[in-house]
């Protein structure tokens, strides 16, 4: 993941890792929580992909 960061100009790819990693984190405890797994997972990757990009994915 730190290489696709660095690819993709990240200032500070390890600790993006980090960040993004924690947003998996919180994920996998919603759904195993019992959350619904696919709301979750939309909330989660568009969660990352603003958070890389900026912009809201599919917005």
């Known amino acids: 993941m730190i290489g696709a960061l660095t690819e993709l100009g990240e200032e500070d790819p390890r600790r993006t890792a980090l960040l993004l990693q924690g947003i998996v984190n919180a994920a996998t405890t919603a759904i ?6 696919a709301a979750v ?19």
């Open 32 to 37: 195993e929580a019992g959350d619904d797994h």
């Open 41 to 59: 997972t939309d909330r989660a990757v568009r969660m990352a992909v603003t958070a890389i990009t900026g912009a809201a994915a599919g917005r």
